[in-house]
């Protein structure tokens, strides 16, 4: 894999860091469409049969909701050298259904950092990313765990030299 | 939220009872479709940037393998009154990628059962789903935990029923 501009190396990763995130607005045909292949609910595909659910009008699958969090993540701030290689996800929460028209955003943060014992170009980051609406209401909370590339012996610290560059 | 015919009441649910699913097989385009939309890395929507990365050819957003195991969820044999409600995810692993062809099919087993504290209608039950391909390699692995109906007071047990229909 070619290392990318501006994605960090394992090296590069500051715990604690929150890494902003685009937006993505959510349509009714979009939800449908997303149901009928992977959750086929009447309440994430009919509006008359979503209004006689617990959720009292047609919703998102909880699994789109999921997905465009990795789109935002993906296209957000926190670029990763390798990209977004995912080892598994230790928790999901949607503690607020996502509607037709929603608009999402998401903030990532590094919660630990270790180096892989399998593999040892990589790093294993566990990360969390919160999504919320338009309402400012959190609609996911994902963490998962990512590999990283470790940076390469002997390749300079650009991000560093930049830095020092516009110090001087 | 209307009773369904052949969907268990949280009182019907057996700790340890494994369910099985249909099957789904993933093409390329279905690949590269959800991943513009959803996931739009190299190694998921073209074939030479794949083949330099990590996995060596294209394979499937990890979450559309989730979002897979879903579907084979919500059409196999465990099904559940209400529908299949999230409250949330404790465990998502992908052992193996999922490539273009492949078909996957899976298993749920509920490990664990209980009263909602909140919504004393509904019971909450931990469910493993493990999704395998075709070469019955493990593709994922899902623990989530969902809401279900309680039986309501004075409704007939028809499942039971049946059963003794059938032994008279």
Chains 1, 2 share one sequence.
Not at 1 to 7: G, I, K, L, S, V
Not at 135 to 146: A, F, H, K, T
Request: with cysteine; glycine share 8%; aromatic share 8%.
């Amino acid at each position: 894999m070619p290392t990318q501009n501006h994605a960090l190396f394992y090296e590069d990763i500051q715990i604690g860091k929150q890494y902003g995130c685009g937006s993505v607005t959510l349509s009714l045909e979009e939800i449908k469409t997303f149901a009928r292949q992977y959750d086929p609910q009447p309440f994430h595909l009919d509006e008359e049969a979503a209004g006689k659910s617990v959720f009292g009008s047609l919703v998102a699958s909880g699994w789109q909701t999921a997905a465009l969090t990795m789109r935002l993540r993906v296209e957000g701030e926190l670029q990763l050298q390798g990209g977004w290689i995912g080892l598994g996800v230790d928790k999901i929460v949607w503690p607020n259904p996502v509607r037709p028209g929603d608009t999402l955003t998401a903030f990532t943060e590094v919660v630990e950092a270790r180096e892989s014992q399998s593999k040892p170009q990589y790093g294993v980051i566990k990360v969390r990313t919160t999504t919320f609406n338009q309402r400012e209401e959190q609609v996911c909370e994902v963490v998962s765990n990512q590999f990283v590339l470790r940076r390469p012996a002997g390749q300079p610290d650009t991000s560093l030299k930049t830095t020092i560059a516009e110090e001087v």
